[in-house]
């Protein structure tokens, strides 16, 4: 982005404060670390500025900004609503509808998908929100189409993500899609977070933490070697050896801990580390395949047009830029 980009979210009344603060987190902190990169300018918009808007936990918080800021951002975060029941404001619903016609992006973290749903555009698209949520808004909304198993949505011009860990993911996914691989990452290393989930990754996996082996240590160790080691042949055997256990055990401990096969595991690893090479513009896409794993170009181009849902070639062109500041 050459110019400032701006960002409204919106505050209310009786709002949880996590989601909010991940969007100030994000898009609200300064970045000198970034050195002359243009960052975002966020705005924290509520329906009455200047009312004080109680929060969970038993404080409260006063937004500056209207719904005419939020109407007049280039993104818009809606961060949930006061209730999954009732109505969704009018005056919201016509705000998110001003910035949508004005070319904005419409984004929600969790019941902020019931907002998005009031304005008609998400009607016969796909869409989610936090599994708890997921059938109260199909029923509601029912010319949605509500999947519950995935992180987040993206349809463009509308994205939608499921419960809070899920908004970190969607908003690190628009610092990517706005900045690249390299900025994304400087900035999930802040936050001290992963700096890459697939939207399509399961929502939650079912084993509760007490549950996990304390074999599933060799899995931690598996993953780490595995990282390091992308580029060469990998297999089940192999990294069950480097995580000492035998290859029964280690598929049963890995699927159960990371709700995904070893193999489906490293193929997202590899995929994710092609990024950042296709952004740099060098070298070809068949020497990026080989450079992070893949046997064949074929390959590379198949999982990778599965999961980014573009092909390698349409990404770089998409995503080339100068290089980003270390």
């Known amino acids: ?91 919201l619903v016509d705000a998110l509808l001003r910035a949508h016609a004005r070319g904005a992006r419409l984004v929600s973290i969790c019941s902020g998908a019931f907002a998005l749903a009031a304005t008609g555009l998400l009607d016969g698209r796909r869409a989610t929100t936090h599994w708890r949520y997921a059938r109260a808004l199909a029923e509601r909304h029912p010319a949605v189409e509500v ?53 399509g990754q399961a929502q939650f996996i079912e084993a509760a933490v007490g549950d996990i082996d304390p074999g599933d240590d060799g899995v931690a160790r598996s993953m780490d070697w595995a990282l390091r080691h992308l580029h060469t042949p990998l297999s089940v055997p192999a990294l069950a050896g480097a995580a000492r256990m035998s290859e029964r055990s280690y598929a049963r401990h890995f699927t159960r801990r990371n709700g995904v096969s070893p193999m489906r595991w490293v193929v997202a690893q590899r995929v994710a580390a ?13 020497e990026v395949a080989a450079a992070v794993g893949f046997d064949s170009t074929a390959t590379y181009r198949h999982h990778f047009t599965r999961r980014m849902r573009t092909t390698p070639t349409a990404y770089r062109k998409t995503f080339t830029r100068a290089p980003a500041p270390p």
């Open 147 to 199: 999947d519950p198993d995935v992180l987040y949505v993206d349809n463009g011009d509308v994205l939608t993500s499921a419960g809070s860990a899920a908004g970190i993911d969607l908003c690190l996914y628009l610092v990517r899609a706005d900045h690249g691989a390299a900025v994304a990452n400087a900035v999930a290393r802040r936050f001290v977070v992963s700096p890459h989930r697939e939207g």
């Open 1 to 91: 982005m050459a110019e400032t980009h701006g960002v409204a979210v919106l505050a209310f009344d009786g709002m949880a404060p996590f989601e909010l603060g991940v969007v100030v987190e994000v898009f609200g902190l300064s970045r000198p670390e970034l050195g002359e990169l243009p960052w975002y300018e966020l705005r924290v918009c509520a329906e009455e500025p200047g009312r004080d808007l109680r929060a969970v936990g038993g404080f409260t918080l006063c937004a500056e900004y209207g719904l005419d800021a939020l109407a007049a951002a280039d993104t818009v975060i809606v961060p949930g609503v006061a209730e999954t029941a009732g109505e969704v404001p009018p005056a």
């Open 274 to 286: 092609s990024l950042p090479l296709l952004e740099s513009g060098e070298g070809t896409v068949d």
